[in-house]
């Protein structure tokens, strides 16, 4: 899957075609139909191949997970996820995709589980896994999307306090100028982990 990964992060999904990979890896596009189906067998083999990039057990998240720190695990795990996929950008287009590979499931395990420590169980576990999840491919999607240049944005904020009638808030407190893409993340993240805390304390 290296070459499928790095044909998809050199052209994106349009550019990957059988034949480019076949090239890529000196094959004839014949010998590698007998290894997958179609090109979205390429595609989901490559989407799950990148999250096994760095096993959610490893690193910061895993070393967390084995002092007990719940939620330093979680963050961990999340931040590393969505800095991977940022590192694919074309990955962010296949989010909605139904894959269920070995990789993606292992992160989701070590999510559930994580939470299952503190003891979540049942319909909490169920919503916090979800909320987690969604706040991640959220998260990376917006990110991925937006891709305004400086001047972009200084001209858009200039358009906003000239219509500060309309949108006072807006033009108030710089919408357009805001860029710290990482520490909102990891800043949104403790508040939706403060939430969980406390619906499991109730």
């Known amino acids: ?44 083999l490559a989407l799950d191949a990148i999250l096994g990039e760095l096993p959610p057990g490893d690193g910061a998240a895993g070393n967390a997970a084995a002092d007990g720190e719940w939620r330093a695990a979680i963050v961990a795990l999340l931040v590393d996820w969505r800095t991977t996929m940022l590192r694919h950008p074309w990955s962010a287009a296949l989010l909605q995709r139904p894959t269920l590979g070995p990789n993606l499931l292992a992160r989701m395990e070590f999510l ?7 003891g979540f169980t049942g319909a ?3 919503t916090a896994t979800w909320t987690l999840y969604n706040y991640l491919m959220g998260a990376t999607v917006a990110r991925a999307s937006f891709q305004l240049s400086d001047e972009d944005r200084e001209t858009a904020q200039r358009r906003l306090r000239d219509r500060s009638e309309e949108f006072p808030t807006l033009s108030a407190h710089q919408y357009m100028l805001e860029d710290d893409w990482d520490g909102t993340f990891v800043t949104g993240l403790a508040y939706v982990l403060d939430g969980i805390a406390a619906a499991g304390e109730r």
């Open 1 to 44: 899957m290296d070459e499928a990964v790095a044909l998809l992060d050199e052209e994106g999904i349009d550019g990957l075609t059988m034949r480019r990979l076949a090239e890529r890896i000196g094959s004839g596009v014949t010998t590698l139909y007998w290894h997958v189906d179609t090109k979205d067998d390429v595609v989901d």
């Open 112 to 118: 559930q589980a994580t939470l299952v420590r503190p």
């Open 124 to 126: 909490h576990l169920h």
